[in-house]
C-alpha cells in the first residue's frame, strides 16, 4: 500500500525567503505526481503535475522535481509571499486512486 | 472551461432532511469523483464514475448516494446523515480513470455541516 509523507507539517517563513516542501512515497513505480494548494475550506488547485518520464516542472515562482527512483518529490517556490499561504498537498497516482500526503501547512509573514 | 462547479458552497441540514451536492464540469474529462475531506485531513476517496458508470464504492454508508446523469454532471445525494458526516465534500474529475489518466482536476467544494 503506497503511504505519502510530507515534511515538514508547518512551515513559517518571512516573505521573500524560498521555500521547500518535501514528499516521500514508498512505491517507486507511480505514473505521476500532483502538486496541490488547498486555502482554508477551499478546495484543491493544482499547481503542478509531473509525469513519472520527467525530472522537473516549472510554473513562474514554483519548480517541482520528481526522483522517482529514491521515492522523493520537491516544491521550491521562489520568493514568498504573504499570498503563498496556505496548505500544500502532494498526490500520487500509481493505482487507480491517487494517495495524498497530509500536507505542509506554510505561513509567510510580512 | 477549465473548471470544476461545486454547488451549494455551504449547506446545513438537519438529520431527517434530503439534500444533493451537483458538480459540473466541461472539459471532457469522463472520470469524476466525490471525496471527503475532514479537518486537517487530507481528501478520502468516495466514489469513482468512469464513463457515467460507479465504477469505485469505497464503503460509504447508503446514506450517500451519488448518480451521474450524463457525462458532465455528477450528484450526491445526502439523506439521514450524522453529525459526524460534517465535512467537505469536494468533487474532481480527470480525462480517464486510469493511473495515467492526467492530473486531477478539483473543484471548490461543498463545507456541510448537519445538525
Known amino acids: 500500500k503506497q503511504e505519502v509523507t510530507q515534511i515538514p507539517a508547518a512551515l513559517s517563513v518571512p516573505e521573500g525567503e524560498n521555500l521547500v516542501l518535501n514528499c516521500s512515497f514508498t512505491d517507486s513505480a507511480i505514473y505521476n505526481l500532483q502538486w496541490f494548494r488547498q486555502d482554508p475550506g477551499k478546495g484543491l488547485t493544482s499547481l503542478l503535475l509531473?509525469?513519472?518520464?520527467?525530472r522537473e516542472q516549472t510554473s513562474g515562482r514554483l519548480n517541482a522535481s520528481l526522483d522517482k527512483s529514491s521515492g522523493r518529490s520537491t516544491l521550491y517556490i521562489a520568493a514568498s509571499q504573504p499570498g503563498d499561504s496556505a496548505t500544500y498537498l502532494c498526490a500520487v497516482s500509481d493505482d487507480y486512486k491517487l494517495s495524498f500526503g497530509a500536507g505542509t501547512t506554510v505561513t509567510v509573514r510580512a | 472551461d477549465t473548471e470544476v462547479t461545486q454547488t451549494p458552497k455551504h449547506l446545513v441540514m438537519g438529520m431527517t432532511n434530503k439534500k444533493s451536492l451537483k458538480c459540473e464540469q466541461h472539459?471532457?474529462?469522463?472520470?469524476m469523483y466525490w471525496y471527503k475531506q475532514k479537518a486537517k485531513k487530507p481528501p478520502e476517496l468516495m466514489f469513482v464514475y468512469s464513463y457515467e458508470k460507479l465504477s469505485i464504492n469505497e464503503s460509504v454508508p447508503s446514506r450517500f448516494s451519488p448518480e451521474c446523469p450524463n457525462s458532465s454532471l455528477l450528484n450526491l445525494h445526502l439523506h439521514a446523515l450524522q453529525p459526524e458526516d460534517s465535512a467537505l465534500y469536494l468533487c474532481a474529475s480527470s480525462q480517464e480513470w486510469r493511473p495515467d489518466g492526467g492530473g486531477y482536476t478539483f473543484g471548490s467544494g461543498t463545507r456541510l455541516t448537519v445538525v
Open positions: 472539459m471532457g474529462h469522463r472520470a
Open positions: 509531473i509525469q513519472s518520464s520527467q
